[in-house]
């Protein structure tokens, strides 16, 4: 059927509503392929068209073809931007730095996206304020504040972290901290610190 | 907006606190507060008269409406006229951040809490019937002078997706004629 | 009243208005800018559109941030109650700003290349573009990264006459037919509702809305209304 290559693209995204899946190359190919062939056979008609070789009839074929192919090109670039979007969540729940684990399901024009967004970002809020050193950082207090400190314990072992006050704690994993909110925030989101 | 910015905004509201401490004034950005003085009362926003109170270091005087007749009272004027009831800015808010953090401060706290959910059921089913009204009635405004952010809130997701729905149909149904 | 002196964390807010003209009856208070950044964000979470930008707002709050900030670090070692209470206030304000920015931000990712074209057509009309020069060039980056990464996972690939793109006709635009909760701050005239008959395009009501007045609107209705300051969305 046509342009069922392209419908599996985004039922592939639909059944992994919460993840980026790894890069499906092959079906990426397979649309290009699809796209190829049958815009060459609508050169081909169209050229029969022209020489008279076939009735006006097929004119409607030439537009199906053209609407699979629309179809398809169209499937594939939302493809893309969706895990564009996926991707975007992770600057901002988790920093700048992609996990191997994600790394590896991306193709690298996306790893290539990922530290241009970051970089997009990371230059428009340093242009913040007048002085442009501000040091706004927009993935911080992602809630409205309920207190100056919360109550932390660490589930992976972490090692030494400074907070903004100059204060070193040695996160080991299961020690109970009380720490600024807004330094840890990033270390909870991480899933190395957690709420209690 | 969600009910966590709902209760942001709300926290800008002034209380009135009795400080165990004395120290003076704070030139806050949204204002001066203080001099404070133990055992005298002072005037703050709510956020820090919560600060302060998990710090044990005042005891927050509640607002005059929150007793049970006072609520009692609205509920009263709530259930017996068709339009929304004037009620306090942000009361809903305001009424259950006193009750969940400072429920030693406020007399009869937990008939309060009962008084103050039959307050937000009678509001919310109002209007349930309100908005179906309305969108009966394909009227494209309507006034709403006393409805407050925390309805407000609750009210938008579902009214934008019943308007969306009501819009598709609409569409619809011109496109078939 | 008590003077700066005592309260090193203050922002010296009596020294600038000592001495200040009276007469200067347009000074606009800290606590002022905290009151139209609020205002701003919840427009700004409320609008279907982006709106246009407050940096006049957000660089004064900048600066109030940054200069509370330093007087934090250097008062700060003492950790007395004063200095939590101004960090408790610093926090929200450094909330309230971050999520201002970030909902501009969201509203910019969605529809870059079309708010281009739009701000493009309103420096062309003589009006003020909605993005502020910073937030147009995050705007260009970003259109300019999605068109590379189209390009090669896909575009490329394909005969030259298929490679078109246009993201500005992608990108979604703002349902403006969209029910708002607005009040208005000033009574407003003029203000044009369409027909609830569903079979009269084109007709409209004309209302008033009186000042402090709440309303479900079409957001089309008012929207003149919220650019000009004379209502605000709930």
Known sequence: ????????????????????????????????????????????????????????????????????????????????????????????????????????????????????????LADFQSGLGESGSCGVDLTVNMEPPKSLFVQVMCVKDYDEFETSDGTRYLLKKNSLHSLPRQDCEHLIRQGILELV | MNALECEFLAENVLLDIVPNFTDDVVHLICGDVGPFEASMVAR??????????????????????????????????????????????????????????????????????????????????????STVKFLQSGEQRAELNNLTQMEITYARTSLRAATNHVNVLQANARDSR | ?????????????????????????????????????????????????????????????????????????????????????????????????NSYLRRRLDKIENSAALLLEQDERRRRD??????????????????????????????????????????????PIANTDELVFAEALETCHGVSVPDPRDDGPGFEQIVVLEKESRTLIPYKSVQSFVYSGDMRLL
Not at chain 2, 77 to 89: D, K, L, N
Not at chain 3, 50 to 58: A, K, Q
Request: with cysteine; proline share 5%.
């Open chain 3, 126 to 171: 003589g009006l003020e573009p909605k993005m502020s020069s910073n937030e147009q060039r995050y705007a260009e980056k970003y259109t300019q990264l999605q068109e590379d990464s189209f390009k090669r996972c896909v575009l490329d690939q394909l005969p030259v006459s298929l490679q078109k793109l246009e993201l500005a006709r992608l990108a």
């Open chain 1, 1 to 120: 059927m046509l342009g069922e290559q392209a419908l599996n693209l985004i039922k592939e995204l639909e059944r992994n509503p919460d993840i980026i899946p790894p890069y499906n190359d092959d079906l990426m190919k397979r649309c290009i392929e699809e796209i190829k062939s049958l815009y060459q056979q609508n050169i081909n008609s169209l050229a029969e068209l022209n020489a008279g070789r076939v009735g006006a009839e097929h004119a409607s074929l030439l537009q199906a073809r053209h609407a699979a192919i629309e179809r398809t090109k169209r499937c594939m670039l939302a493809y893309i931007y969706h895990r564009q979007q996926r991707l975007k969540r992770y600057r901002w729940d988790y920093g700048g730095v992609l996990p191997s684990t994600i790394k590896v399901c991306l193709c690298e024009a996306e790893v290539r996206w990922f530290h241009e967004y970051c970089k997009n």
């Open chain 2, 44 to 129: 703050v926003p709510a956020w820090l008269a919560l600060y302060l109170k998990r710090r044990h270091k005042c005891r927050i005087v509640p607002p005059d409406w929150l007793t049970v007749n006072g609520i009692q009272e609205m509920i009263n004027t709530e259930t017996t006229q068709e339009p929304f009831s004037g009620v306090p800015a942000h009361f809903m808010e305001l009424a259950h951040l006193l009750l969940r953090e400072c429920s030693d401060d406020v007399p009869d706290s937990d008939q309060l809490k009962t008084l103050v959910h039959d307050m937000w059921d009678s509001r919310v089913a109002k209007m349930r019937t």
């Open chain 3, 1 to 97: 009243m008590a003077s700066t002196s005592e309260d090193p964390l203050s922002l010296g807010l009596d020294s600038l208005i000592d001495g200040e003209a009276d007469d200067d009856v347009d000074a606009v208070t800290p606590a002022d800018v905290l009151q139209q950044l609020t205002e701003a964000w919840q427009n700004e979470g409320a609008a279907p559109e982006l709106l246009p930008h407050r940096f006049d707002v957000v660089d004064s709050v900048l600066s109030q941030i940054e200069g509370m900030d330093e007087n934090l670090r250097m008062y700060g070692r003492n950790k007395s109650l004063k200095h939590d209470i101004h960090k408790m206030e610093l926090d929200r304000i450094i909330y309230l700003n």
